[in-house]
């Protein structure tokens, strides 16, 4: 089993920029495919990004595309979620997620077998 902790979420104004992370331990790194997903209060937990165990393919909501970048190093066991350009409505609780299945295939909560705990992001107006 993979082990995930997030960090990095905060306040924010509109239109600033957040780094998150999310450090891993347990299992090898490199065996996940890794993902991003939020949850806004009294909303399902969407699904934002998605990367591949190597880092070579990312792929992207559309409500996410052009503003938030994927990123791991595998060396460092981390993924890292680069949100820039934010807006209120990407205030929630996002988390970081592992897959042993192929990321191509992985577009939903349900396709993650390991969570973290998350971490808040506020975006004030």
């Known amino acids: 089993q993979v082990y995930l902790v997030e960090s990095g979420g905060g306040l924010v104004q509109a239109g600033g920029s957040l780094r998150l992370s999310c450090a891993a331990s347990?299992?090898?790194?490199?065996?996940?495919?890794m993902g991003w997903l939020r949850q806004a209060p009294g909303k399902e937990r969407d699904w934002l990004a998605t990367i591949t165990k190597n880092g070579g393919i990312t792929y992207y909501a559309d409500s996410v595309k052009g503003r938030f970048t994927i990123s791991r190093d595998n060396a460092k066991n981390t993924m890292y979620l680069q949100m820039n350009n934010l807006k209120p409505e990407d205030t929630a609780v996002y988390y970081c997620a592992a897959t042993v299945r192929l990321a191509y295939v992985v577009r939903s909560a349900t396709d993650f077998e390991s969570w973290g705990q998350g971490t808040q992001v506020t975006v004030s107006s």
């Open positions: 347990g299992r090898p790194f490199s065996s996940y495919a």
